[in-house]
């Protein structure tokens, strides 16, 4: 396995940062919220990804359908103890809304924060949604810098206490044109990325090429990288992935060693090509982490760690220990 260890010195207090500077292999997943107002739901899918990764992403109305919003989930976790991502998309606040959020959630205690330029209205459910994109993502990075590092709003107000936040950003290796993304990514760190997660990773050759660019001008030793995986639960889901949802290359033949395979064998197939992903990806240089994706499977994400050879991951820091966790949650369920 390829160690990354970048500056020692921590930007928050957060476990994922504190993770990634000590030189372990990270690991993130993402908590899709839910389509409705019981906290409950968040909690219990939580506590299957809390005890085997080192933060939960809360999304912000990924595929531009609205959920639960992130800051809630951020609010829940963090009451729960749990250390999570919080999302934020361009595309549905100004820059005075996100800077609210941004310090509302640091208040919360979120040490970690993703920018993210966001899916377009047109691929969500009510595309008669306006648009707002006063940002876009690296606009976004240099804002929440700004922020933490200088203690002011844009606006040039002081911030009594700022916000001391790990920053995030997204990366996809898998579009053209290749030879731009390696600069993109640069772009990203310069405008204030202290780790990114990327887009889903099924084409490991592609990816471990864009990695050779990015070690070539020396942005591993500048930013943690942590990739995206996830299962596939069959050919079908693969093909819709690949024609369907924007920014996703699935190689044919990872579509064809599906289709192959029996009908009642092909989740545990797609989960072992994911777990065969990850101990590939985790060997080459730069790479510091990765980060989960399964739609609403938060008990596969756990197999697929645990499968991949990366547990036992480092215990907590602050926060109840999940055994805590575990009897709020069976107190809940016997009211």
Known sequence: MVEVQLDTQCLSEGRLEHVLRSGRF?????LNPPDSADPQEVYEAALVLSEVCDAINATDGAGANCHMSSVAMCALLTRAGYAPV?????????????????????????CNVLCLTGDDVSVGDQPQAKRVFDFDSIQLLRTIKI??????????????????????????????????????????????????QSQYCFDVPRFRQFMRQVCDLGLHKKVFYLVG??????????EFMRTRVPGIHIPDEIVERL????????????????VEIIQQVREIEGVAGVHV???????????????????????????????????????SKSK
């Open 26 to 30: 990270a690991v993130t997943a993402e």
């Open 86 to 110: 919080f999302q934020v998309s361009c595309r549905d606040r100004n820059r005075i809304a996100i800077q609210g959020d941004v310090l509302g959630a640091a208040a919360m205690g979120v």
């Open 147 to 196: 922020m933490r590092d200088r203690g002011m709003f844009l606006s040039g107000r002081k911030i009594t206490d700022p916000p001391q936040l790990f920053i995030g950003a997204v990366s996809n290796p898998f579009v053209p044109p290749y030879d731009w993304r390696a600069q993109r990514l640069a772009k990203k760190i310069e405008a204030g990325a202290d780790f990114i």
């Open 229 to 238: 995986v996830g299962p596939l639960r069959s050919d079908k889901t693969a």
């Open 259 to 274: 289709h192959k395979t029996p009908p009642q064998k092909k989740r545990e197939e797609g989960k072992r090509i994911c």
């Open 293 to 331: 994706m399964a739609y609403r499977q938060e008990e596969l994400v756990a197999e697929i760690i645990e499968e991949a050879g990366l547990l036992p991951r480092p215990r907590r820091i602050g926060g109840p220990e999940p055994d805590s966790d575990r009897d709020r949650v069976r107190r």
